[in-house]
């Protein structure tokens, strides 16, 4: 009996492999980032980040960019669809949709919008460790590799005053926030940000797990942490916004087939 052949390698440019898309037109963009933002509520639904009517996504409009979509006031996550979705100028006032605006998603979201043209999404809810997390005023710590994208890449909004409404309040967020793609509120919650709502997703999704890794870390004793030679390494290697995008997709994909409704 004659040995088989081995079949021939396939050629690399071959291989199928996702990249963001690019887009023609601000319409055909516009209809992606909502798709993409729908989806993303749902999945903070999925993952149970929502905490009463706190919570909420932005993602800026692509051609009116001092304007953002996010989710209404008072809608559960989990039922959101893309004709949900409200836009909101920088005056705080709803221009398409018939629903009202969380006032505290205003405050933050319009002035990083404003502090931060590189950002298309941002992200926060009242997660369960995020909040356990912000409660001890602290930061994440380099104590495994998924954490290390935040590795000297987040902050520390080190005060409390109540619930934010006003603009101040936001604008001192976003200061704290600075060039990174993270905040810790503290006694608040996680904020995250992203140069797609992909990104901005993922960044707080794998944010909230590394607050539990560390939480459940400590109590059971002390943490090795990563030297700081390889934590900088590792974050340049995984601390990007094209691999945060990479690392959302098999989410987007579990979502938008198990749910895809939610692209009405």
């Known amino acids: 009996m004659s040995q088989a052949t081995a079949p021939d390698p396939i050629p690399v440019d071959q291989l199928h492999f996702a990249m ?16 993409r933002l729908a989806a993303a509520l749902r999945l903070f ?5 929502e905490e009463g009517v706190a919570g909420h996504i932005t993602a800026r409009d692509p051609e009116f ?3 953002f979509w996010v989710n209404p006031f008072g809608m559960s996550f989990k039922h959101i669809t893309v004709s949900d979705l409200i836009l909101v100028n920088h005056k705080g006032q709803v221009v398409e949709g018939r629903h009202h605006v969380n006032q505290a998603a205003f405050a933050i979201h319009s002035q990083i919008h404003r502090a931060r043209p590189d950002v298309v999404a941002a ?3 009242h997660s369960t460790y995020g909040r ?13 590799q998924d954490v290390c994208a935040f590795y000297e890449d987040h902050a520390l909004f080190d005060d409390y005053t109540g619930v934010v409404v006003d603009e101040e309040e936001g604008r001192r967020i976003a200061a704290a926030l600075g060039p990174h793609k993270a ?3 503290r006694n608040h919650g996680l904020l995250t940000v992203g140069d797609t709502v992909d990104a901005a ?3 707080f999704i794998t944010m909230e797990r590394s607050c539990q890794v560390q939480l459940a870390a400590k109590a059971a004793g002390k943490p090795v942490h990563i030297d700081q030679a390889s934590a900088r390494h590792t974050r340049d290697q995984l601390g990007n916004d094209l691999a945060a995008w990479i690392n959302y ?3 987007y994909q579990q979502i938008t087939r198990s749910e895809p409704e939610l692209l009405g």
């Not at 639904?45 to 980040?49: E, K, Q």
């Not at 356990?132 to 495994?144: F, K, V, W």
């Open 201 to 203: 997703a993922w960044w």
């Open 123 to 125: 992200a926060h809810s």
């Open 20 to 35: 963001p898309p690019k887009h023609e037109t601000a319409e055909d963009e516009r209809r992606h980032r909502k798709e």
């Open 132 to 144: 356990a997390l912000s409660a001890l005023g602290e930061l994440l710590e380099p104590i495994t």
């Open 65 to 67: 960019t001092d304007h």
């Open 45 to 49: 639904g999925r993952f149970g980040f």
């Open 183 to 185: 905040v810790v509120l």
């Open 249 to 251: 997709q098999p989410l």
